[in-house]
Structure formats: structure tokens, C-alpha cells
């Protein structure tokens, strides 16, 4: 059976596929906004040889409902008194000093949210049950408010889902799907609980459609989607619980940088994957970073997330000139249509421009020479702007270069300087079809040592996918203080979330014994706000203590503990990509050799020589300036970097006095 893996891109639809006689084929095609699953079942007509194959997808369809409000119209159910809490929300000031800051519009707007007279207390007991008529009433205002879907979210749910449950019964008589609080995120914390909801609400319908037509064009070939936590669902789940798979793009790219990195023997990683509309890092010490408390657009999204922060700085970020005359890039992109101006149609000047202007990009080898790039378009549109800066063409093409890079150097910074890591313990992992022409600039802004470039790194996120477990998460609060309980008291709660755990997986096809379980706790000091999820072994308390110790510079063993919420990670392991060893030949390289080109660099021309990666063999070392060219993407390696190729043949570029 065939395996592929596609990345959905504001760009790009990248593929990466292992045929029936075990080779692995990679391709690109044009993304296409409007419907993206055209570019992705366009591509799979290409490569797919067999009728039978396996796809494993990371799509940007849920993301950009909500970016773009474009989601379904919701309605949202809730306790009568509580319909105003996502208005309310947190306390929260994201922007302390800006005198005209506005909060987003709530995805439910106040004529779409329907309060219900019941109440659940902090026991889970029924304190006021659902009347009849209020149950009526209910499906008659959702009806006739023309909803297309429908979120529920009642206080303690979590404890006793039954009030949601009896609502969910009514409203699917109206064909709407609902989406239960008590299903999505079992937790405490109402507003945080209700904005998650919502959510899932908001973007199912459309991601069901999206997917769905998938299925229809595929037919009997399974179809999988990435999750935001590192592993992928079923078609089936993805449908129902579309907020999983926010960013199930980016944490594609961190699968891969955890699993190639460590096949390398590196597994300090910042990764930087820089594609075609923006730029995701992480920081990965040893394993993938999880959140519990991400946002999208401003709202809140209470479920498991590797912590992934976004700028928008990509290859088609677009250059301008702002009102007080100060040169600017991004976030706005020319996207796939009419993109860049060298594609062919855009008219707005962008980084990928620049780079070839620069001669930093090779027009003739760009996706293997499968696209062609117009260098000629340029000049016109370099010129005009140049003057309006009062500077030449080069300086305006370098400081484009440099806004940017400064843009992505604080993302980095974000993730890593803000935390109190040091950046220069770890290797920068660049990926995305742009990062190998901006990583080692942005290596030695950040005097981080190494550069590590992995083989068809354009395509890093779509490999990602192939490279992900089967990941199920689960939650529940359960608010017991430490020396109210111990390990074998929470090893009897952790058991029902370990057998659905057991169970889903098994639906999913994995045996009993292949299955990995994890299991987790939230804990604080009695009075906090805020948890730290610490592995659930018999020394948790002093895990606890030591964690905190780690994060905050303190901890305090007089104090007591709270065990907030039990979290249990099911894993099951499919089959997965094998990397080989490519052929050594340190000393030979001028087969590798494809020409040579004038490329700038700090306002000077140097002459720098073109290399063919499939060509390079383990053991050769590039010294810059060089450009290395390959289908996926193109790696600059300036005058002060030098790259060495590994035995699985991926570049590690040292940059000069670090």
C-alpha cells in the first residue's frame, strides 16, 4: 500500500509518498485558497500509482475559518445569566499601552446565545434539573434564529454531563451538529471551556465538508488528519472535533524536526520553518513542547497544542511603505495567486523578489526547474520603490531581507530568551521552502552555533505527517488536595480515561499491547491560578516542587498541593519512514558542482558556486558563499558559514566565530 503524507500551505500543497517498490517520491503543486481540496486530490492523481494508498493530511481549513471568520453561524447554550461570559471573558490586557485596543467580535453574537434555567453545582449534583417547556422553547429559538451549528457549554458539565447531554438530544432533532463541552474539554474554567466549544463548533461544519469531499474523491483509501498535538485522527474524529487540528500544519514540521534531529544525534532544536506565508518556531529540549492554553485569533483554545508561536513572515510576505515613510514586510502575503512578482502576476514587491534579486534564489533550478521564475519582472518594481526611499535597488532588496529577519529573530526570542533558554545550547532546525535562504542570518543574529538543514526540508511538514503517532488526549478535573490522596487513590481515577484511552485505539486498529499510555497531572500550590503539568509517577509531589523550582527560580515544600486535572496521552505507533545513509565521498565534490553566480552580500557581489544536492555525498563540506540547490527548496550559505553533509545526508552549517 502506498503511504502519503500532504501540507496544506498558503503557498504550496506539498507531498511526500512511498510507493509499493519502497521509494520515496516527493512533489509540489500551487495551493489553491478558493478550495484547497483541489490542489490536494490534484496532487495525489499525480503520484498515486496503486489503488490503494494511505493519506495522512495537515490542513489549514479549520485555521483559516476562524482567521478569516468564515466559519459557521453558531449558536451557543449555556446557563441562563452566563450568555454574556465569552464577551466577558478574562481580565487579560495583551496590549497594555495601546489607547485604541478593541477586542475581536465573539464567533456568537449576542442573539445566538441561548441561556437554559439549570444548574449543576461543584459535585456534579442536579440542583435545578432541565423543565420540558425550557427544552421547547430551546429548539424553537435555535430554529428560528436559523443556526447552523451549535455549541453547549453548561457550569461543572464536566463533572455531570447530563443536562448537555438532554440538549444535544433536542437540537439534533433539527439535523444541526452540537458540540458538547463535556466531550471536547472535561476541565474547569467556564470561559476558557466555552471559547473552546465554540470553536469546535464553529469550524466542524466546514471542515466536515472539506473533508468529506476528500473521502468522496478517494474512495476506500484511508484518510487521516494531523492533530495540533503531534498526532493524527481518524477522518471520522477530525469531522466531529475539528479544533484538534488547528495547527495541524506547523506541528507536522515539529514531528519532523524532533524524529529527523534525533536520528542525528541532535535534540536541543529550535525549529524554524519558514513557508511561503508565515513562519512557525518552537523550542524542542528533548521532546515536543505541549500547551494547554493556546489562542487563535484571540480566543482561547483549551486543548493539547505543541507550542508553536506564528509571525507573519514568509517567502511572499509583502514589502510597502507605511504612513511615516519607514520601509515595512508583512504580514500581508501575495499568497499562491497572484503571488510574488516573479511568478508572474503578482505587482507587489516581497521577500521571495528580494532574495532573487539578490541572486540568492537560482531562476532555472526553482522546484527542479518545474516553475519558472521572471527575473526581468523585477527591476521596474525595485526601482520605483527604491526612489520613493531615496536609496538604490540593492540596499532596498537587502533591507527587506533584514526587516524580516528581524521580524523571525523575535519570534525566536519569544520562544526561547523569554523563557530563559539560551539560545546558544541549542541547533536551529530550518525547514519550509524559505527558511534554508534566511537560517544561518538568523543564527547569527541569535549566536546560535549551528544551522541544521534536513533533506527536502520545503517538504519537512508533509514528512512530519508520515512520522506522527496515532495520538489520543484526555482530560478530566478532579480538584483533590495532595495530602487528601496519593498514588494509588489517582491511579484508580486515572483508570476509565486509560480504558477509553485503550479502547478508541483499538477501534483504530492497534493492538492492546502496542498501545502507549501516558498519564499526567495539573498541580499548583494551594491559592494559585495556574498549573504545571508534571508526569504522573510516585515521587508527583516532589516532581511538582521541582518543576516549579525550575520555571518560577522557587519552590515551597511547607505549602500544599492541589492536583487540578488527571491528563492521559494514548499513543499507538503506525508504520513509519526509514531513513537510509546516503554514499560517502568526502573529497569528491565537483560532480556536485552546477555552476556559478554573482550573489550580494552585505551590499558587495560575491562570487558564490551553485551546488546540486542530490549530488553531495556524506562527508562534503560547502564553504560559503554557496548556494545549494535543491526541488524543495534553496540553502544559502554566506560568506561566514561553512556546511558539512552528515552521514543521512543532511546539511549542518557551522556559522563563523561561534
Not at 430554529?143 to 453547549?152: G, R, T
Amino acid at each position: 500500500m502506498e503511504l502519503i503524507g500532504v501540507d496544506t500551505g498558503g503557498t504550496f500543497t506539498d507531498f511526500i509518498y512511498k510507493t509499493e517498490d519502497g521509494k520515496w517520491g516527493v512533489y509540489k503543486v500551487l495551493s489553491t485558497p478558493s478550495n484547497p481540496a483541489e490542489a490536494v486530490l490534484e496532487g495525489i492523481k499525480k503520484i498515486a500509482k496503486s489503488e490503494q494508498f494511505k493519506v495522512i493530511h495537515g490542513s489549514t481549513v479549520a485555521t483559516n475559518a476562524i482567521l478569516e471568520r468564515k466559519g459557521a453561524y453558531t449558536a451557543l447554550v449555556i446557563n441562563k445569566g452566563f450568555e454574556d461570559i465569552i464577551e466577558i471573558g478574562r481580565q487579560n490586557r495583551t496590549r497594555l499601552y495601546d489607547l485604541f485596543y478593541k477586542r475581536n467580535k465573539p464567533l456568537v453574537p449576542p442573539e445566538l446565545r441561548f441561556g437554559v434555567d439549570c444548574r449543576i453545582n461543584s459535585k456534579g449534583e442536579i440542583v435545578k434539573d432541565i423543565d420540558d417547556k425550557d427544552l421547547d422553547d430551546l429548539i424553537k429559538k435555535i430554529e428560528d434564529s436559523k443556526a447552523e451549528s451549535v455549541a453547549v457549554c453548561f457550569l461543572f458539565s464536566y463533572l455531570n454531563p447530563d443536562h448537555e447531554v438532554k440538549v444535544r438530544n433536542v437540537v439534533e432533532r433539527l439535523g444541526l451538529p452540537v458540540s458538547l463541552s463535556s466531550q471536547i474539554l472535561p476541565e474547569f474554567r467556564e470561559f476558557e471551556r466555552a471559547s473552546t466549544v465554540i470553536i469546535n463548533a464553529y469550524v466542524s461544519p466546514k471542515m466536515k465538508r472539506y473533508i468529506q469531499s476528500l473521502i468522496d474523491e478517494l474512495g476506500d483509501n484511508e484518510l487521516r488528519i494531523m492533530q495540533s498535538n503531534g498526532g493524527s485522527i481518524s477522518a471520522e474524529t477530525a469531522m466531529e472535533e475539528s479544533v484538534r487540528t488547528i495547527l495541524s500544519g506547523p506541528a507536522g514540521g515539529a514531528v519532523g524536526a524532533l524524529e529527523i534531529g534525533r536520528i542525528a544525534g541532535f535534540e536541543k532544536l529550535i525549529t524554524f520553518d519558514m513557508g511561503g506565508t508565515s513562519t512557525d518556531v518552537s523550542l524542542i529540549d528533548g521532546k515536543l513542547p505541549l500547551t494547554y492554553e493556546s489562542q487563535i485569533a484571540g480566543f482561547p483554545v483549551k486543548v493539547p497544542m505543541i507550542d508553536i508561536h506564528t509571525v507573519g513572515a514568509g517567502g511572499g510576505s509583502i514589502a510597502y511603505i507605511d504612513s511615516g515613510g519607514s520601509l515595512k514586510v508583512g504580514p500581508e502575503s501575495a499568497g499562491a495567486d497572484p503571488g510574488p512578482i516573479c511568478y508572474g502576476k503578482g505587482e507587489k514587491i516581497t521577500v521571495t523578489d528580494a532574495n532573487l534579486f539578490l541572486g540568492r534564489l537560482v531562476p532555472e533550478f526553482f522546484l527542479g526547474g518545474g516553475m519558472k521564475l521572471d527575473r526581468d519582472r523585477l527591476d521596474i518594481y525595485f526601482t520605483d520603490m527604491a526612489k520613493r526611499l531615496e536609496m538604490d535597488e540593492i540596499e532596498l532588496a537587502e533591507g527587506i531581507l533584514t526587516v524580516a529577519n528581524a521580524s523571525m529573530e523575535k519570534a525566536i526570542r519569544v520562544i526561547s530568551v523569554d523563557k530563559g533558554y539560551d539560545p546558544r545550547e541549542f541547533t536551529l532546525f530550518s525547514f519550509g521552502g524559505a527558511g534554508g535562504m534566511h537560517a544561518a542570518f538568523l543564527a547569527r543574529l541569535l549566536h546560535i552555533p549551528k544551522v541544521f538543514v534536513p533533506l527536502n526540508p520545503g517538504i519537512l511538514s508533509a514528512i512530519g505527517m508520515l512520522l506522527s503517532d496515532v495520538i489520543k488526549d484526555y482530560s478530566l478535573t478532579v480538584m483533590i488536595k495532595s495530602d487528601e490522596t496519593n498514588y494509588e487513590k489517582l491511579s484508580e481515577l486515572f483508570e476509565p480515561l486509560k480504558n477509553t484511552g485503550v479502547d478508541d485505539l483499538t477501534k483504530e486498529g492497534f493492538g492492546k499491547d502496542s498501545i502507549k499510555l501516558e498519564c499526567y497531572l495539573d498541580m499548583r500550590y494551594l491559592g494559585q491560578s495556574y498549573e504545571i503539568t508534571v508526569p504522573f509517577e510516585t515521587d508527583y509531589v516532589e516532581r511538582f516542587h521541582n518543576l516549579h523550582e525550575m520555571n518560577y527560580g522557587y519552590c515551597d515544600r511547607t505549602k500544599r498541593v492541589e492536583v487540578v486535572n488527571l491528563r492521559v496521552r494514548a499513543i499507538g505507533s503506525p508504520e513509519k519512514p526509514e531513513f537510509a545513509r546516503i554514499q560517502k565521498g568526502e573529497h569528491i565534490l565537483k560532480d556536485a558542482i552546477a555552476g556559478y553566480r554573482d550573489v550580494v552580500f552585505d551590499g558587495k557581489f560575491h562570487r558564490a558556486t551553485i551546488y546540486n544536492r542530490d549530488k553531495l555525498l556524506a562527508g562534503n563540506v560547502v564553504e560559503g558563499p554557496a548556494i545549494v540547490v535543491e526541488y524543495s527548496s534553496t540553502i544559502v550559505i554566506p560568506p561566514f558559514a561553512r556546511a558539512k553533509v552528515d552521514d543521512y545526508g543532511n546539511l549542518i552549517v557551522d556559522i563563523e566565530g561561534e
